[in-house]
């Protein structure tokens, strides 16, 4: 059985896609396989659909995953449990309350939720209402991922997120996806990090996606 990743938050902005479709990448590489027929889906479940965006951007076969646009098709969702050929669905959810009925049936197959949050006091609330209302009640197993840090910020700004998670007691991860203008770029030209030159800066905003996907158990297992 695949194991079923929805990337959720009521809030937009906060990098869901982004972190939908680079953690795809970096599992889909580290799990390798055949080419034609790639250990990892990303599943679209938003009508905006960005995601879709990046698999049209130059040549679609070129990304390291199968994409998928099921927002119009939610008994296709309550099934993503079925696609044996795939280990791992990494499920892009709506920005808004857009599409509540896909996106309650992803929550329901899901075998945990990532939540990005960003270092901004207006992310905080929709982040807990995500929490909250669509993640606790359903016991799913989440983590909260601070994304979009920039190190010429400071740490004000982190820190107070980081105590109000805290305080909130909500739970989130060690890895802290940081803000490289590398990854904006990347988005416009349909590029994912597995996919970056070579480089310092873009080794260093690969770390963060491998990190990431190493500390949330993505990896695989020795059986
Ligand atoms: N870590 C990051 N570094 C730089 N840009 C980022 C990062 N995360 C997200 N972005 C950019 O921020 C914008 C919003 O991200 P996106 O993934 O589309 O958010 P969402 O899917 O939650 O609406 C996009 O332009 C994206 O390229
Ligand atoms: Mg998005």
Do not use: C
């Amino acid at each position: 059985m695949p194991k079923i990743h929805v990337v959720v938050s009521q809030k937009g902005g906060v990098g869901k896609t982004t972190l939908a479709v680079n953690i795809a990448a970096i599992v889909s590489d580290v799990l390798g396989g055949n080419p034609e027929q790639p250990p990892v889906l990303v599943a679209s479940i938003d009508p905006q659909a960005s995601a879709v965006w990046w698999a049209e951007r130059g040549d679609p076969d070129a990304l390291p995953f199968d994409f998928d646009q099921l927002d119009d098709r939610p008994e296709e969702v309550a099934k993503l449990g079925d696609l044996h050929e795939y280990q791992h669905i990494f499920v892009d959810a709506p920005g808004s309350l857009a599409r509540p009925t896909v996106l309650a049936r992803a929550l329901d197959v899901a075998t945990d939720a990532i939540v990005p949050v960003i270092p901004e006091p207006l992310a905080y609330g929709p982040t807990e209402r995500t929490v909250l209302d669509l993640i606790q009640p359903r016991d799913l197993p989440y983590r909260i991922v601070r994304n979009l840090w920039d190190r010429r910020d400071g740490h004000l700004d982190l820190d107070a997120l980081t105590d109000w998670l805290d305080e909130q007691k909500l739970r989130y991860t060690n890895t802290i996806v940081r803000r490289y203008k590398m990854h904006t770029t990347a988005a416009a030209e349909g590029r994912v990090v597995t996919q970056y030159p070579n480089g310092r800066t873009a080794t260093e905003a690969r770390n963060d996606f491998l990190a990431l996907a190493l500390e949330l158990g993505y990896g695989g297992t020795v059986a």
